[in-house]
């Protein structure tokens, strides 16, 4: 099944698959595989839900995401990649200094050294900028920083789509819906993969989220902030049990077309839904509810702090935490909205409009020091940015775009060297590093949830397509194949490499690696 | 360089071996190489070919880079995907040196430059013609690409062939022999015999029925449908409802949603903003127009492909409109970006998108699969995809004004066919006019002179003399004088020459005429000398004088129906002096018969920088053309807008492509430039759209690119005319001089009647001049007035009568905009900036497409749609639309994977069926409603959905159609049965769409405004489709995300079915409303009112028990509301609650 990476797999479920290869051989192998972990809509049915959870081939060393979108990007410049370079060029006419490629404004101005003084921390000499102290003194040795990512767009809508489908067009599942699709859920009485919206829902909208053309069980749920976190989640009745008098009618009479219909899988399902939906209309408000988390642990995800945003952000990163320990998925985190308090750099450096600072800094320190500390360590947690801003100058003041680094913390003690470093001028990746282009992030994720890579991989110099059947890692400068690993994936988990081979890579991305094969 | 070392003494025994064996088959351009030379290659390139590249370019590379491969000359001659690598004898030109140089685009190898002396040593090597032995060559063919053997092993490509359903084996119980009652059942029937399974007995009538509506129509039967059916006693029962469905409007509502799927239908265009996709509900209530009123199936793929196209569309049996037009827009359905960075990039998108769509949804292809490569799997090579692309590159996008177009292009024919007459006419009578005094005019200009050489032109006395002395008119004469006066001070007037020569005193010798004319034949030189050279440096890229008509290309008829030629002229309104602007120069000219078009209320503009003004109807577009510099001058006249679309970008936000758009104001009307400054975007592809500034009599001469602003290539035309009868030897004396201003005249007035176009600017400034100057040529004006009303009266009530029939006001439509004909080139690996050959447009290879005439004007869709359909060449069409049908009846298509008959899609479980069933369609006219009435009316079809034990064990899928499915009913139907048993559904038919309801979790940048909740009561497919908003509720229950075709919906179960059923408010209300439309039927009692509502939600009457269940939980319900034992089944809360229930139930969502 060697697909070309623009095949879109027909919407075909999990069941349906396995029930139509060899007649029905796959359904029974599912069903043993999955014997010691039915869950209580599984067990009704006797039919397995889409979102039951799925072994991994390798012991995982995580098992969820907590993706920390921050939408626009801090440059790397600026941030974890210091470039020295800049400082001679500053000031000048960039078109004489890079390839400058066009943006959507086009308003490029003056090359522009960093502001920021950089300093090393920790044993692995880390270099943070003065933007982030806490990072660097409370957790650099914590942290693994990919610094050679690059995304083909330098627009925001497709960059988003990008960053979190693996593709520049609309259409295509996200990565939180792919991980759902091929891992399951842990957490039968909440979605395997849930936003949580501060108020900035990226460029692209919803379908930054979306499934794509994996079934709609997969897309992501998007929590809002107040009462009602999800839709339809809170019951209408004025009491309790009104709704329950209803729902026992409703289970009496399904029962009797049970009865009529015979033994229907799809109907059976449908029937159990309604005992998940419940659990959900329970589960939901208690995930919500923070009153029985301690003062001190409010305090410590800044519930108690001035800036309004910094209480809006802990709020969320704090039920993120819950979220991991319900055993959801895959949780993504969106920038608060409102007071311009996005990380968008179009006209001035961080600091111009807003100072950022402090949010940065706190959910800095938030995503890497305490989220990671508290919950359990089998979480990634990856501070994903949007493609950056290159080094230019925009009017007076700053804008970069361009590239962008990823931090997470390290899920493995290994992993601790920030690897890849950006071009001396900032713009791009420096070539030697194999640019990891943009599906590094997914195949980072990936690697610590599923496949075991290389035991002894000091570092991510990958060039790693998340291609499950086209996995070559780049190690020492030699190339590691790893297909046949990934081949061995594949037939355990059901194609789902396959399917993540079909979304994860582009035709742009082709563009780029032909010019920079790996 | 130990290794080198070794690798030399190894090798060189062998060099030396092969040397002579190889000079032989050396290539012989490169001239013999000579020992030494081939001793070197092995000594030194090879070793470093292959340090250096074989890792990725020789046959042991584990991948093969970029298809090139370094191990063998011939193969590094052939070069790999962009190219030979290099060219013996010229390593400039040579890609690999480039690459090694780090020159080109490509920097090889990818690790890091090369040392200097090793780039050197190649570089020589290539530069003595790279000698390498052949000897070396293995040939290993990587297993080609075999279209041919593709096309031959793969069951799809085959025709259509029919098998009759053969007998049933012997022995076969009378029963299951009966059980057949259509070669539909006997097709099934002998797959199930065959594996021994039986047919499903058949359902239940009710069943049945409530089936059939939701199957055809989308809704549930009403209870007097059921009762009409089951006291149905004719035995044609089945076929009345069948044929009462199809007649129904709600089929081609239902219908149409399963086409829309395919066709990615949505109303905005996703991306950041997702702004509005103008009038994208038209194309909707096309589709439901058409499958209503049966159009074939094969003139429905047409119109799609191509109805623009079509030289009888098919019209809209009422009002008239070109229906077949608007099946365009579905190309144009994708979503599209606002501000692309990248414009060649996002028009290869765009239009893989398109690629994608068309083939899939009427030949169940993936041909975008070989947009980067040959398929991998199936008979579709790379030049396939392009063959395809090229016939979108050759189309583009418009809004067109689909109500009048046509009544308005013929409205233009008649136009310029009376218009033509008038011409005729016109300069007829002016000629007859003149006749008499263009003989005698020298007689008159030798007097005029005579009195203005002495000194006297006002004096009386001395005209009447000079008009006694050679007997003429002295009035005429009088005008004569007072012209020639005016006329010395213009030198372009055509009796500048005679003027002059008036101030020359007494009787002049040639060579005094002569002299007097030469400065004024310089000057003309001079004019001359600078339009010629006007376009120096130029690159000319559109002359609309010269446009020949396979490149005329309007959208409407303001732009008559092809250029002006010179001598056509505006007509005035007074008949006396009917010459209004004469065109002197050629070019597209803005027709004042089509002022004042304006879009009717509803319909929309196009967005962005291109809603400012009406371009639908009032455009004419240049070819496209590439674009070496980009700074563009228009030559121009009059006021106009000019947009470029560059690769056919279209969606203008935000100012990156702000310089496509210009506008200028008519200023005085005169020819000049406008400069539009595209150099970012040079090398890029373009064509411009032009139309007219408020309906300013625009004009439009050329389009060229250059760095500085032209001149005036039409400045030497106007003194052509003069120069050519006042050269030195024609005006020797005072009276030829005279004779020659009257020919010269004359020549104009004689290529009147006959105009060639070769010195047709020329004459016609003449003309120009010659209309307007009729008194200097006749005795009595007046007379002259009378008769040349009475000639023009009649063309003048013409034109206005038809300029009266112009229909101003329309509704638009996407639709496709014929462009002129261009090939694509193919993208090597799919990147669009690195242009391969260029490819045919062409139907796909293995379907027998042949590339179309180079003669065909346009895109050539036309051709395309035919290949489709026609000649039975095609086994897809009919094979891919009857499994679609199937699918939504069946719930499982006869090939499962509906949108892929590739070898990656499933194999038909039934091919014969497949294929009679294709045949059947076919033949009997594409009908899509005879189709499936003939489906539905099978036993297939009415078998119950209650399977055997034994069945089920021997064929779990139920690939053998053992029973009929059990389903859920499309999100669309739920929310449409809701509506219909609430009472709330308003059965409007057609229409624009009802914007979405956004509940608090649908937000995003360019949220619009949110619909009413429950839509207005329409039905869902009335409901506005936002890319960036798609309704939750039709989210969760599985309507497809609209980006490309979807002909198998998933049939997912997720909870959030079960919240929205249990807690949205929509669905609340509508419980509510249910339970007051039940509570107002007075005559009912409880009981009756639940077995109303079991009759209304279900079509059957409610058990014994059910209703037990019901009544008891209104008075249990009642309780918990505080009400007593008798209020609860008469208070609306209970009830509304017991509505509620009756939504939740699964058989409410299924059908069996």
């Known amino acids: 099944m060697n697909h070309c990476h623009r095949f879109l797999p027909a919407p075909t479920t999990r069941r349906e698959m396995l029930m139509q290869a060899a007649h029905g051989f796959g359904g029974v192998a599912l069903a043993t595989m999955l014997a010691g972990e039915k869950t209580p809509a599984a067990v009704a049915t006797g039919a397995p839900g889409p979102l039951d959870p799925k072994a991994t081939h390798y012991r995982a060393k995580a098992k969820r995401v907590i993706f920390l979108y921050m939408d626009g990007g801090p440059s790397q410049v600026d941030t974890f990649d210091p470039k020295p370079a800049l400082a001679k060029f500053h000031g000048q006419d960039p078109h004489r200094v890079f390839k400058v490629e066009p943006t959507q404004f086009n308003n490029i101005g003056k090359v522009l050294k960093s502001p920021w003084a950089f300093k090393r921390y920790g044993e692995s000499g880390l270099p943070v900028s003065a933007l982030f102290p806490t990072i660097g003194e409370h957790c650099a040795d914590d942290l693994c920083v990919v610094r050679s990512m690059i995304a083909p767009f330098s627009e925001h809508t497709n960059a988003n789509f990008f960053l979190h489908t693996g593709t520049g067009l609309q259409g295509r599942p996200a990565h939180g819906a792919w991980v759902a699709y091929g891992l399951g859920s842990e957490c039968q009485d909440l979605p395997a993969y849930v936003v949580l919206n501060g108020g900035l829902i990226p460029s692209g909208g919803l379908d930054c989220f979306g499934s794509g053309f994996l079934p709609a069980a997969f897309q992501g749920s998007v929590f809002q902030p107040g009462n009602s976190p999800v839709a339809n989640i809170t019951p209408r009745e004025s009491k309790p049990e009104l709704q329950s008098a209803k729902l026992a009618l409703i289970k009496r009479l399904d029962r009797n077309l049970l009865g009529r219909l015979g033994r229907v899988d799809q109907v059976e399902s449908a029937i159990a839904n309604y005992e998940l939906a419940a659990r959900m209309q329970m589960a939901v408000p208690d995930l919500m509810d923070l009153s029985d988390e301690s003062k001190a642990t409010q305090s410590l995800y800044g519930l108690d702090d001035s800036f309004a945003n910094t209480r809006k952000y802990g709020r969320l990163c704090l039920v993120a935490r819950r979220m991991v320990e319900r055993g959801v998925r895959f949780i993504e985190l969106t920038c608060t909205g409102g007071n311009g308090d996005r990380w968008d750099q179009h006209n001035r450096p961080p600091g111009g409009r807003v100072d950022p600072r402090s949010e940065a800094t706190r959910a800095a320190r938030r995503d890497a020091d305490r989220v990671v500390r508290r919950v359990r360590a089998d979480a990634v947690c990856p501070g994903r940015q949007r493609p950056g801003p290159q080094p230019l100058r925009i009017f007076d003041l700053a804008g970069r775009r361009w590239f962008t680094c990823r931090i997470c913390p390290r899920g493995d003690r290994r992993i601790r060297i920030p690897c890849g470093r950006g071009q001396g001028r900032g713009l791009r990746p420096a070539r030697d590093d194999a640019a990891p282009d943009g599906h590094g992030p997914q195949a980072a994720d990936l690697s610590l949830l599923e496949p075991r890579h290389e035991a002894d991989r000091r570092a991510w110099a990958g060039g790693a397509r998340v291609a499950g059947l086209d996995v070559a890692w780049r190690r020492n400068g030699k190339s590691v194949d790893r297909r046949a690993q990934a081949r061995a994936c594949l037939t355990r988990t059901e194609g789902v490499h396959q399917a993540i081979s079909a979304s994860m890579t582009s035709p742009a991305t082709s563009v780029r690696r032909k010019s920079r094969p790996l | 360089m130990v290794h080198t070392m070794k690798r030399i003494t190894l090798l060189l025994p062998v060099a030396l071996l092969l040397g002579p064996a190889v000079l032989g088959a050396a290539d012989k351009a490169a001239g013999k190489p000579s020992v030494a030379q081939l001793e070197q290659f092995e000594k030194v390139i090879r070793p470093l070919l292959a340090r250096r590249c074989f890792s990725c370019h020789s046959k042991s590379a584990k991948k093969l880079k970029a298809g090139l491969r370094l191990d063998s000359r011939t193969r590094a001659l052939a070069g790999g995907d962009t190219g030979p690598a290099l060219v013996p004898g010229d390593p400039d030109k040579s890609l690999l040196v480039q690459a090694i140089r780090y020159a080109g685009d490509y920097k090889m190898p990818p690790g890091g430059k090369l040392p200097p002396e090793e780039i050197r040593t190649l570089t020589e090597w290539i530069r003595a013609g790279a000698a390498w032995p052949a000897g070396g060559d293995t040939v290993d063919p990587s297993a080609p690409f075999d279209l041919d053997a593709r096309r031959k092993s793969h069951w799809a490509w085959q025709p259509v062939k029919v098998v009759e359903p053969r007998p049933l084996p012997e022995g076969t119980p009378e029963k299951l022999i009966s059980w057949a009652t259509s070669p539909v059942d006997q097709y099934v029937l002998e797959q199930l015999l065959a594996r021994k399974l039986a047919p499903a007995a058949d359902a239940e009538k009710v069943t049945w029925l409530r089936r059939v509506t939701y199957d055809l129509t989308g809704m549930p039967p009403t209870p007097a449908e059921v009762d009409a059916f089951v006291g149905d006693q004719t035995g044609q029962a089945d076929q009345k409802v069948v044929d009462r469905l199809l007649k129904n409007t709600r089929f081609g509502e239902h219908w149409a949603r399963h086409w829309l799927d395919l066709v990615r239908f949505a109303e905005s265009r996703g991306h950041e903003s997702d702004y509005v996709t103008p009038n994208a509900w038209e194309y909707r209530d096309y589709v439901i127009r058409a499958l209503n009123s049966d159009v074939s199936y094969d003139l429905f793929l047409v119109e799609h492909v191509a109805g623009d196209l079509l030289p009888t569309p098919r ?569 679609r049908l199937w699918h939504h009846l069946f719930g499982r298509g006869l090939v499962p994977t509906v949108d892929n008959f590739g070898v990656q899609g499933q194999a038909p479980s039934h091919p014969e069926l497949l294929d009679w069933l294709a045949d059947r369609f076919s033949r009997e006219r594409w009908s899509i409603k005879t189709m499936i009435r003939r489906l539905v009316l099978s036993r297939t079809y009415r078998m119950s959905s209650r399977p055997s034990d034994e069945a089920v064990a021997a064929d779990p899928v139920n690939v053998w159609l053992h029973s009929m499915r059990v389903r859920r009913l499309q999100g669309e139907a739920i929310r449409d049965a809701m509506l219909s048993v609430s009472g709330r559904l308003d059965m409007a038919y057609l229409g624009k769409s009802v914007p979405v309801y956004l509940s608090a979790h649908m937000i995003g940048r360019g949220r619009p405004k949110s619909g009413p909740m429950d839509g207005n009561g329409r039905r869902t497919i009335y409901i506005g489709v936002r890319r960036n908003f798609l309704s939750s509720m039709m989210l969760a229950f599985d309507t497809p995300q609209p980006f490309s075709t979807v002909g198998r919906r998933t049939r997912s179960n997720v909870p959030a079915q079960a919240l929205i059923l249990m807690n949205d408010p929509f669905v609340v209300s509508q419980a509510g409303l249910w339970a007051k439309r039940l509570l107002a039927r007075e005559k009912l009692d409880t009981d009756g009112r639940i077995d109303s509502m079991y009759r209304q939600a279900f079509g059957r009457r409610p058990t014994d028990r059910e209703r037990e269940a019901a009544s008891g939980f209104l008075v249990e319900q009642g309780r918990r509301y505080g009400l007593n034992d008798e209020q609860g089944p008469g208070d609306p809360r209970p009830w509304s609650d017991l509505c509620h229930v009756m939504f939740n139930t699964k058989e409410f969502i299924f059908i069996n």
């Open chain 2, 315 to 883: 019209r809209h049996p009422v009002k008239g409109f070109n229906e077949s037009i608007l099946g365009t827009g579905f190309w144009h359905m994708g979503d599209w970006c606002h501000s692309p960075v990248d414009v060649r990039q996002d028009e290869a998108d765009r239009r893989d998108n398109m690629v994608d769509v068309f083939s899939k949804t009427f030949l169940g292809l993936t041909v975008s699969c070989a947009r980067c490569h040959d398929h991998k799997f199936d008979a579709i090579s790379q030049d396939d995809y392009y063959a395809l692309s090229g016939f979108l590159k050759s189309s583009g996008f418009r809004l067109v004004r689909f109500e009048t177009i046509d009544h308005n292009r013929r409205v233009a024919r008649r136009l310029a066919e009376s218009r033509r007459q008038a011409r005729r006419r016109l300069y007829a009578a002016v000629r007859g006019e003149i006749a008499a005094g263009l003989a005698n005019l020298p007689a008159y200009l030798l007097s005029a002179r005579d009195v203005i050489a002495a000194g006297v032109p006002d004096d009386a006395a001395a005209q009447v003399a000079a008009a006694n002395a050679r007997k003429l008119d002295v009035q005429r004469l009088k005008r004569v004088i007072a012209h020639l006066l005016a006329a010395e001070k213009n030198v372009l007037d055509p009796l500048h020459a005679w003027a002059r020569l008036c101030r020359v005193p007494g009787k002049p010798t040639a060579e005094a005429v002569a002299a007097a004319l030469d400065p004024l034949r310089k000057n003309w030189a001079g004019r001359r000398a600078a339009a010629e050279s006007a376009l120096a440096k130029s690159r000319l890229l559109v002359d609309f004088t010269r446009l020949e008509g396979r490149h005329w290309r309007q959208d409407g008829s303001s732009f008559r129906t092809g250029p002006v030629e010179p001598g056509d002229f505006v007509m005035t309104d007074d008949p006396a002096r009917p010459f209004g602007q004469v065109f002197t120069r050629g070019g597209a000219a803005w027709d004042r018969a089509f002022s004042g078009l304006a879009v009717a209320d509803g319909s929309e503009n196009e967005n962005g920088k291109l809603s400012g003004w009406i371009r639908a109807g009032r455009t004419i577009r240049t070819p496209t053309f590439q674009m070496k510099t980009g700074r563009l001058w228009h030559l121009v006249a009059g006021g106009g807008h000019a947009f470029a679309s560059v690769n056919s970008h279209r969606l203008l936000h935000g100012p990156l492509h702000g310089r496509t758009v210009a506008g200028w104001d008519a200023g005085d009307n005169r020819p000049r430039w406008i400069h539009q400054d595209l150099s970012r975007l040079a090398g890029h592809q373009a064509h411009i759209e032009f139309s007219s500034k408020g309906d300013s009599p625009l004009q439009l001469f050329m389009v060229v690119e250059s760095d500085r602003q032209p001149g005036d290539p039409f400045a030497g035309d106007a003194v052509a005319a003069l120069t050519s009868r006042f050269d030195a030897k024609q005006a020797g004396t005072l009276e030829a001089a005279a004779a020659a201003s009257a020919r010269l005249l004359k020549t104009a007035a004689d290529w009147s009647r006959n105009p060639s176009p070769n010195d047709a600017t020329s004459q016609a400034v003449v003309l120009d001049w010659l209309v307007r100057h009729v008194p200097l040529l006749v005795a009595n004006p007046a007379a002259s007035e009378v008769k040349m009303s009475m000639a023009a009266g009649g063309l003048l009530a013409m034109e206005k009568r038809l300029v009266g029939e112009v229909k101003k006001t329309s509704r638009l439509a996407m639709a496709m905009w014929d462009g002129s004909a261009a090939n694509q080139n193919l993208f090597i690996r799919g990147n669009p900036k690195q242009r391969g050959k260029e490819v045919p447009r062409r139907m796909l290879q293995a379907l027998g497409g042949q590339p179309i005439k180079v003669t065909d004007p346009g895109s050539g869709r036309l051709s395309l749609a035919a290949d489709l359909v026609l000649g039975g060449r095609n086994p897809l069409v009919a094979r891919v639309m009857v499994n």
